[in-house]
């Protein structure tokens, strides 16, 4: 089975504090995603990597970055925390091919900058 | 553009109900079709996935139906216990696109 796992499950930030959220997946999956997910508003695309190194934004990309250095790993970076960041964090991967594109997700993170 | 909609947004049912979940697209061009289940405050668990070319995938007591031409998709609970209860939501992926445009979800509670 996939296994897609993030580092935190929740945690709590400071206002204007760098935050790194990290995923990893251990089937050697190509396409790695960061979410955000809010009430009323469902999944939004923060950030896309469909392999080592390349990254595309995703919809609301602002206030983010992303490094993807190994291919397991993709991670997630507030480069200065702000509170309409606190939300709840997605982690996805998928293999376009032998995988037939079938998103596995995280276990979610839950950030709450005060 | 690609907008996916679940209707209705909540829904409780009895146990023993067979029920019908429904996700609407507004694209047929798409590649697949996933259905995830949510539980509160935890990641998304993939359920099926159903290809364009498909017309149904079937996991257990699930069965998911695609009629692309009406732009459809149908999640079919059997016999719905409480274990059930749960967000669904659906996923598009749009052909010639890495994008997965998702649903807001139904949220089902299943009485005892």
Known sequence: ?114 | KQEVTQIPAALSVPEGENLVLNCSFTDSAIYNLQWFRQDPGKGLTSLLLIQSSQREQTSGRLNASLDKSSGRSTLYIAASQPGDSATYLCAVKPSGTYKYIFGTGTRLKVLA
């Open chain 1, 1 to 114: 089975d996939v296994k897609v796992t993030q580092s935190s499950r929740y945690l709590v930030k400071r206002t204007g504090e760098k935050v790194f959220l990290e995923c990893v997946q251990d089937m050697d999956h190509e396409n790695m995603f960061w979410y955000r997910q809010d009430p009323g508003l469902g999944l939004r695309l923060i950030y896309f990597s469909y392999d080592v190194k390349m990254k595309e934004k995703g919809d609301i990309p602002e206030g983010y970055s992303v490094s993807r250095e190994k291919k397991e790993r993709f991670s997630l970076i507030l480069e200065s925390a702000s509170t309409n960041q606190t939300s709840m964090y997605l982690c996805a991967s998928t293999h376009p091919v032998a995988g037939h594109n079938e998103q596995f997700f995280g276990p979610g993170t839950r950030l709450t900058v005060l």
